[in-house]
């Protein structure tokens, strides 16, 4: 089945430390997206991507890097810079121009 | 800058009671619409969206919203609530600029519903 895989469900950080999430997508779709989900503020893009070799900042990048080398994956790194980074993170994918996106299942990041 | 208004953060309700949430957005150009579900420890699902024509939009599990252009509004309906319906709501508006697009969300409606 086609979907959205991000991986891993739930990681734990330690504070100062660099983390990466993975998302991976198989459904051929060229744009990609990272949103961050926080109780009563809803989801808040972080960064996203229309094709390979590009990626825009969104309303919150700070202390946040992505890289799109390939189509198929778009992985988000949670940066020591980040102050506040436990948060539920949501990455999604859909056809540029298009009408709707397809979500993964999230991953929930908790620092410690 | 453009943002989505949901009215309600927290929704409690009977069940077979109506429902209605509400959302506002601004911003002056071309949307598309969105209203998105979020079940206890599953994916966002798509309940339903608006990108043209008829302004009262149909989608799954008997759930409606009309868009209404002169007040910015996407409202979402539905006439007689389940308990399966407890859940999060949340409003999204596609915009297109400058070669992308972008999906914003409102904070989301939290909806318990009991039975």
């Known amino acids: 089945d086609g979907g959205i895989t991000q991986s891993p469900k739930y990681l734990f950080r330690k504070e100062g430390q660099n983390v990466t999430l993975s998302c991976e997508q198989n459904?051929?779709?060229?744009?990609m997206y990272w949103y961050r989900q926080d109780p009563g503020q809803g989801l808040r893009l972080i960064y996203y991507?229309?094709?390979?070799?590009?990626?825009q900042k969104g309303d919150i990048a700070e202390g946040y890097s992505v890289s799109r080398e390939k189509k198929e994956s778009f992985p988000l790194t949670v940066t020591s810079a980040q102050k506040n980074p436990t948060a539920f993170y949501l990455c999604?994918?859909?056809?540029?121009?298009?009408?709707?996106?397809?979500f993964g299942s999230g991953t929930r990041l908790t620092v410690v | 800058a453009q943002s989505v208004s949901q009215h309600n953060h927290h929704v409690i309700l009977s069940e077979a009671a109506s429902l209605e949430l509400g959302c506002n957005y601004s911003?002056?150009?071309?949307?598309?619409l969105f209203w998105y579900v979020q079940y206890p420890g599953q994916h966002l699902q798509l309940l339903l969206k608006?990108?043209?024509?008829?302004?009262l939009v149909k989608g799954i599990k008997g759930f409606e919203a009309e868009f209404i252009k002169s007040k910015f509004s996407f409202n979402l309906r539905k006439p007689s609530v389940q308990w399966s319906d407890t859940a999060e709501y949340f409003c999204?508006?596609?915009?297109?600029?400058?070669?992308?697009?972008?999906?914003?969300f409102g904070a989301g409606t939290r909806l318990a519903v009991h039975p």
């Open positions: 999604a994918s859909s056809i540029p121009g298009a009408y709707g996106y397809t």
């Open positions: 459904l051929n779709h060229d744009a």
């Open positions: 991507s229309q094709i390979v070799n590009d990626f």
């Open positions: 911003y002056g150009g071309t949307v598309n």
């Open positions: 608006y990108f043209s024509g008829d302004p």
């Open positions: 999204a508006v596609m915009i297109f600029s400058g070669g992308y697009n972008k999906l914003i």
